[in-house]
């Protein structure tokens, strides 16, 4: 899935409350008698918190890395 399927009210959340989200929907799921149209509903909804869960974490790692690059290119440059 790319992210630009992404609703901008999932892009808008923090890691923490996009797992939230996910785990309140399995709760749903799991709890109640949802009709078949309102499960896939959900679980697609899921879906998208889960990437948009996946994208945030390659940012950040990408974030980590260039800062990582980018220290050690200094240590490198005063020796």
Same mark, same amino acid.
């Given at each position: ?12 959340? *923090?890691?923490? +409350?996009?797992?939230?989200? =996910?785990? @309140? =929907?399995? *709760?749903?799921l799991?709890?109640?008698?949802? !009709?078949?149209? +309102?499960?896939?509903?959900k679980?697609?909804?899921? =879906?998208?918190l ?6 945030? &974490?390659k940012?950040?790692l990408? +974030?980590?890395?260039d800062? !990582? &690059? @980018?220290d050690?290119?200094? =240590?490198?440059a005063?020796?």
């Amino acid at each position: 899935m790319k992210s630009k399927k992404i609703p901008a009210d999932i892009k808008s959340k *923090s890691i923490k +409350e996009a797992q939230n989200d =996910i785990k @309140d =929907i399995i *709760s749903e799921l799991e709890g109640k008698d949802a !009709n078949l149209q +309102e499960s896939l509903d959900k679980y697609n909804r899921m =879906i998208q918190l889960n990437q948009h869960i996946q994208d945030k &974490f390659k940012d950040k790692l990408k +974030e980590i890395k260039d800062t !990582n &690059f @980018d220290d050690n290119k200094k =240590i490198l440059a005063k020796k």
